[in-house]
């Protein structure tokens, strides 16, 4: 089975600090998503990534930036953290083709809050 | 309009009972479906998939998707405690897809 890591499940910052959240899949996956979740709102993209060193905006992009320098890693980071990104951040990898791999697998989430 | 409209809930259920879980989609040329379900404090794991329209059995889980009016369902049978999450609904192109906001399920010992 695809196991999709994220390095913290619960982090507190404060606001204005720079945060990095790791996420890493052990299968060879080229596709990566950052989304956040709130009650009410669900699950929303910040960003994707099809390949190394390539990435896409998603629907709320605003204050957040990522990395991919290895296929297996992607990272999101939080400029200047602020009290509305206090959220729950899943991290999800995406198989090529259109079977079951097509489906999304999820990590655990981080449990961001910033003071 | 959302791209995805799915009931909150909650919804509460005795065990054994049927359960009805829709969504509906505004996107016409969608044409992955899927379903997930999440536990408290968990991320979502992928609990049925279905690529175009028709329906797909798993188990005690039916997945059904309408695509001529815009529809999915998910169906659970015999419903146990051990059911009792959230749901979310999701759907979309090769792309990316959007998920729906989710359905909480309590079934009832």
């Known amino acids: 089975d695809v196991k999709v890591t994220q390095s913290s499940r619960y982090l507190v910052k404060r606001t204005g600090e720079k945060v990095f959240l790791e996420c890493v899949q052990d299968?060879?996956?080229?596709?990566m998503f950052w989304y956040r979740q709130d009650p009410g709102l669900g699950l929303r993209l910040i960003y994707f990534?099809?390949?190394?060193?390539?990435?896409e905006k998603g629907d709320i992009p605003e204050g957040y930036s990522v990395s991919r320098e290895k296929k297996e890693r992607f990272s999101l980071i939080l400029e200047s953290a602020s009290t509305n990104q206090t959220s729950m951040y899943l991290c999800?990898?995406?198989?090529?083709?259109?079977?079951?791999?097509?489906?999304?697998?999820f990590g655990s989430g981080t449990r961001l809050t910033v003071v | 309009q959302k791209e995805v409209e799915q009931d909150p809930g909650p919804l509460s259920v005795p065990e054994g009972a049927i359960v009805s879980l829709n969504c509906t989609y505004s996107?016409?040329?969608?044409?992955?479906f899927m379903w997930y379900r999440q536990y408290s404090r968990k991320g979502p794991e992928l609990l049925m998939y279905?690529?175009?329209?028709g329906n797909k059995e798993d188990g005690r889980f039916t997945a059904q998707v309408d695509k001529s009016s815009k529809y999915i369902s998910l169906f659970i049978r015999d419903s146990q405690p051990s059911d009792s999450a959230t749901y979310l609904c999701?759907?979309?192109?090769?792309?990316?897809?959007?998920f729906g906001t989710g359905t909480k399920l309590q079934v009832i010992p």
């Open positions: 279905t690529y175009s329209s």
């Open positions: 996107n016409s040329a969608f044409q992955y």
């Open positions: 999800a990898s995406r198989g090529p083709g259109t079977g079951r791999t097509y489906g999304y697998t």
């Open positions: 999701a759907t979309g192109g090769y792309q990316k897809v959007t």
């Open positions: 990534s099809y390949d190394v060193k390539m990435k």
């Open positions: 299968m060879d996956h080229e596709n």
